[in-house]
C-alpha cells in the first residue's frame, strides 16, 4: 500500500505567488486532515474533512488559504497570495472513521514550502 | 479548544537509561491520546496510543500512562537505543462525535541518547 502520498515534496515560491499541494489519502479513508507544522513545532490542524464536506475549518486562515475535496478522495491545499510566515511543512493525513471509531490514522511526507 | 503542553522540550539520556517525557492537557473532554516519533525530514510516526478508559499501555520498550483526574499523560521508554533519538509529540482528540479526529500537538521533545 503506498500510503498518504503528497506532492510536490518540495516548493520554492517568491512571496505574492500562489501556490498548491496535492495530497491522496490512502484508499477507502473517508476523513482527511491537513496539518502545518513550522519549523521546530508541532503539526498544527488547518481543516478536516469527512467525504467531500469540510467538518473543521476552524483554523484555516481564509483570506488567503482554501481547499477541496470535490469527490471525497483527494485533496488540494491552496495559498493565494503566500507570505514569508507560509514557509513551513504542509503535512496531509487520512484515517476511516466509522461511528465512535477511528482507525489508521496516518501522516503522508508532507510538502516543505519555502517562501522567499 | 484544546492545549496540549509538552516538557521537556530537549531530553538527553545515557543509552540504556530511561527516558520520560510528560504532557498535560486542558479539556476533559478529550479521550485519545497517541504519541508520534518524527525523525528529522520524515512524518510523523505513531508509536503508541492511549484512550481515556485505560491507565497505562505497554509495548515492549514503550509504555504510557494517563491520569485522567489530573489531565496529565507520560511517554516512557526503557532500554534506550541510538535509533531512539528523535523528536516526540504527544497529542490529544478532543471528543466530537467520539473517536480521533483532529489532534492538537504538543510543541515537541527532542530526544537525544548518548553513546
Known amino acids: 500500500e503506498a500510503g498518504v502520498v503528497q506532492s510536490p515534496r518540495y516548493k520554492i515560491i517568491e512571496k505574492k505567488q500562489p501556490v498548491a499541494f496535492w495530497c491522496n489519502p490512502i484508499?477507502?479513508?473517508?476523513?482527511l486532515y491537513w496539518y502545518r507544522q513550522n519549523l521546530g513545532q508541532g503539526p498544527e490542524l488547518l481543516i478536516r474533512?469527512?467525504?467531500?464536506?469540510?467538518?473543521?475549518d476552524s483554523q484555516l486562515p481564509k483570506d488567503r488559504f482554501s481547499a477541496e475535496r470535490l469527490k471525497g478522495v483527494d485533496s488540494t491545499l491552496k495559498i493565494q497570495p503566500a507570505e514569508l510566515g507560509d514557509s513551513a511543512v504542509y503535512l496531509c493525513a487520512s484515517s476511516y472513521r466509522a461511528g465512535v471509531a477511528n482507525y489508521g490514522y496516518t501522516f503522508g511526507s508532507g510538502t516543505r514550502l519555502t517562501v522567499v | 479548544g484544546e492545549n496540549v503542553e509538552q516538557h521537556p522540550s530537549t531530553l538527553s539520556v545515557q543509552e540504556g537509561d530511561s527516558a520520560v517525557i510528560k504532557c498535560t492537557y486542558s479539556d476533559s473532554a478529550s479521550n485519545y491520546f497517541p504519541w508520534y516519533k518524527q525523525e528529522l525530514g520524515k512524518r510523523p510516526q505513531l508509536i503508541i496510543d492511549i484512550r481515556s478508559n485505560v491507565g497505562e499501555k505497554k509495548d515492549q520498550r514503550i509504555a504510557v500512562t494517563l491520569n485522567k483526574t489530573a489531565k496529565h499523560f507520560s511517554l516512557h521508554i526503557t532500554e534506550t537505543q541510538p535509533e531512539d533519538s528523535a523528536v516526540y509529540f504527544c497529542a490529544a482528540s478532543i471528543r466530537s462525535g467520539g473517536g480521533a479526529d483532529g489532534l492538537t500537538f504538543g510543541k515537541g521533545t527532542h530526544l537525544i541518547i548518548q553513546p
Open positions: 484508499s477507502g479513508h473517508n476523513t
Open positions: 474533512y469527512e467525504n467531500e464536506e469540510a467538518v473543521d
